[in-house]
Every structure is written in structure tokens, then in C-alpha cells.
């Protein structure tokens, strides 16, 4: 069993910038593919980054390709969601998601944490 915890959501400003986290435990994570998803109220749940087991190559959505950043620290078995230049479209609740070996499917999920980008 995988537990994930999301942090650092808030409430923020056009243009401003967060980081989530996403700390595991139970086990080490190192081998799982991690992902990012959110669902904004009233709309389905959409896919945002992940980054792949083991060779840490990315995926974005288009939505936030180049603004946004997976990254992931083994040693602290945690993943990472830097988030720059945030408009009002990406206010949503945003979760983090496991996808044990092959990394096919996401598993495992956390409770989410709320981003709200508003003037």
C-alpha cells in the first residue's frame, strides 16, 4: 500500500506561483510512475504531468505545458508540482496519483489539495 499527502495549495494570484507536494509512504517510490491530475467544479477529473519510473521523463498537459514542472526526490520520496504563471483556469483541486510497475495504472491517490487563482 502506497499512502500520498498533498500540500501547498492556497489561494493565490494571477500570474503568481505555487508548489505541491506529494509525500509518500509505505513504500518507496522510486519504481512507480507519479501523476498529477485535477478536477475543477462541475468538470470531470483531467490529467496535468507525469513523470515516468525511473527515467523521470515528463508529460504535460497542454493547458499548462511551460508553465508547469514535475519533479521528483527520490530520497525524500516525494514528487513535486512547481506551477508558474497561474491564470483563474487552473483553480481546481489538484491530486497526486501512483502507478506501480509497469505504470499503467494510477493505484494509488491522495486526498488533493485546493489551488484557487483569483484576483
Known amino acids: 500500500q502506497v499512502q500520498l499527502v498533498e500540500s501547498g495549495g492556497g489561494l493565490v494570484m494571477p500570474g503568481d506561483s505555487l508548489r505541491l507536494s506529494c509525500a509518500a509512504s509505505g513504500r518507496t517510490i522510486s519504481g512507480y510512475t507519479m501523476g498529477w491530475f485535477r478536477q475543477a467544479p462541475g468538470k470531470e477529473r483531467e490529467f496535468v504531468a507525469s513523470i515516468i519510473r525511473n527515467i523521470g521523463l515528463t508529460y504535460y498537459a497542454a493547458s499548462v505545458e511551460g508553465r508547469f514542472t514535475c519533479a521528483r526526490d527520490n530520497a525524500k520520496n516525494t514528487v513535486y508540482l512547481q506551477m508558474n504563471s497561474l491564470k483563474p483556469e487552473d483553480t481546481a483541486v489538484y491530486y497526486c496519483?501512483?502507478?506501480?510497475?509497469?505504470?499503467?495504472?494510477?493505484?494509488?491517490w491522495g486526498q488533493g489539495t485546493q489551488v484557487t487563482v483569483s484576483s
Open positions: 496519483a501512483a502507478a506501480p510497475p509497469p505504470g499503467r495504472e494510477y493505484k494509488y
